[in-house]
């Protein structure tokens, strides 16, 4: 990869500024900012080496060690952030990401995509089967929230036990999404034109390999710097946990997957761009959620529950009845994505005058 041709790549300079900042005390706003930069090309990194071993090993184990490592920067700043105890952050998080993917990433595409051309069509039959799977996911969500929220205090046992069956009743129905689209059914996310954009690997086995490993622990190193500046950032700023999981730290960690759909719409490849947006927002719900529920048991000072505040539950909610509306019909023009960014913008503003005590 040559780095002079990729600029995004020139922002792994601001990690050892941010780690020398960290340890010299400077204000936590400026660490937080430099720390979220870096994290940004060392997930771009993440993904394109996980697309080089998956080139090499097939499409049902690409396709699993995409599910695992092209959300690993958020998986990182969420365990980090477990290990810290800051808890109503990891859930704003959760929340975010499906937000910041189905709306924010998706709408750019749709205009950046359509600023030429008049529509962009892509495979209907995959957007609404996404956009089923992301509507169950959601609403297996909003169950134990609903529980946590109105009758944890009478029964916490059954809440606890309630968060456990939904995350493995969550990871059952992924593993079977990832058979349904890689093995029995691959013809429901044919592409509408053109050619397949898949093509072999351009990296050695050991190129491939370092580079995710390097790139895995640069992430980790940075999710500490940044996870420990966040809370002070939000207060010297004026901004609550909520809003800083909800919009920067989903922003942050799925800046790759984000640019990657954006990219793959300016190139008019429509259904490469919606399969990642909505993919990866499944991928954030229906495995990255369970896995951080089941291990907040073991790293997290208490577990992590799934009670989301009820105004999480109606952003999400609404925000992905949106989406996938907006989606269903495989046909993308620009003013389409100007809805979905508006409502994200919307939304953002909620949350940053909310006021802490909402639930």
Known sequence: MNFLKSPIYWLLA???IAAALDAAHAPAPVVFLLAGLAIVPLASLIVHSTEEIAARTGPAIGGLLNATFGNLPELIIAMVALRAGLLEMVRASLIGALLANLLLAMGI????????????????????TYGSIMLLAALSMVVPAAFNRFLADSAPRHAAALDTGVCLVMLA?????????????PDFFSVVKGKDDQHG???????????????????AWMSEVLVGAAEETGHELGMSPTFIGIILLAILGGA????????????????????IAMGSSIQIALFVTPVLVLASHFVAPEPLRLSFTRVEIGALFFGVLIGITVAADGRANWFKGVQLVGFYLILAALFYLLP????
């Not at 690997?201 to 992430?219: D, E, I, N």
């Not at 990657?260 to 259904?271: C, E, L, T, V």
């Not at 802490?356 to 639930?359: G, K, N």
């Open 14 to 16: 601001c990690a050892p």
């Open 109 to 128: 595409a749709f205009i950046l995509g359509g600023r030429k051309r008049h529509v962009q069509e892509y495979n209907p039959a995959a957007a609404r």
């Open 173 to 185: 129905i992924y593993v079977l999404y990832l058979v349904f689209m890689l093995r029995t059914h």
């Open 201 to 219: 690997p351009s990296w050695s086995k050991l190129r491939a390999g370092a580079t995710l490993v390097g790139a895995s622990l640069g992430a």
């Open 256 to 275: 790759a997957e984000s640019g990657a759909a954006i990219a793959m719409a300016r190139k008019d490849k429509m259904d490469l761009s919606v399969g």
């Open 356 to 359: 802490a005590a909402t639930t």
